[in-house]
């Protein structure tokens, strides 16, 4: 049981919260002000840097996407035995796979065409190097990177963005696919 002195003290501090808070309906337009001019503030600073995470998201997708493809063409050139290649032309690129096991020559296709722009906004195929009339890299039945007499190379292919920005997808001569 609350004795008499405590329940007054209590019944004195409610009544005292209850008169404080009378009159006092939300927060005043100057706090409101404050507030929103924070937020915007905070808006302010943080888009660029959101805008550049969103261009480097897009870069580093489509260097994942590419360098996925590429591994598939080596894993096919594998389990089926045969040459597959990617075949690179301006943003676009596709699997396809050579008529003989030994030299490139008269390509089937194995994939549609892929456009990297498309699917990422600002992204493109900026260069890609191996020194063969074949754009693109090329596997044998091991899974080795071969030009397209079949003999060992390597290939890097650069991908850009719209800011300027590059991310190279290495495949070394034994088929092995690195990018950043």
């Not at 699997?95 to 030994?102: L, V």
């Not at 754009?135 to 190379?153: E, H, K, T, W, Y």
Request: glycine share 8%; aromatic share 6%; proline share 4%.
């Amino acid at each position: 049981m609350i004795e008499p002195m405590t329940r007054k003290c209590l019944e004195f501090h409610q009544a005292s919260q209850i008169s404080r808070n009378r009159g006092r309906g939300g927060f005043s337009a100057a706090e409101l002000l404050v507030v929103v001019a924070m937020l915007a503030i905070l808006a302010t600073v943080s888009l660029p840097i959101f805008a550049a995470t969103f261009k480097n998201a897009r870069l580093s997708g489509a260097v994942r996407q590419l360098a996925s493809d590429i591994r598939s063409a080596r894993s096919l050139a594998v389990s089926k035995g045969g040459l597959y290649g990617v075949h690179t032309l301006g943003n676009t690129y596709r699997i396809e796979k050579s008529a003989t096991d030994t030299t490139w020559s008269s390509p089937t296709n194995i994939t549609n065409w892929q456009d990297l722009s498309t699917q990422f906004v600002g992204v493109t195929i900026q260069n890609v190097g191996n020194g063969d009339p074949f754009v693109g890299p090329i596997f044998n039945a091991i899974g080795a990177s071969v030009d397209s007499s079949n003999i060992l190379r390597s290939v890097n292919i650069t991908l850009a963005d719209a800011s300027g920005a590059t991310k190279v997808i290495q495949v070394s001569p034994p088929g092995n696919v690195k990018m950043p």
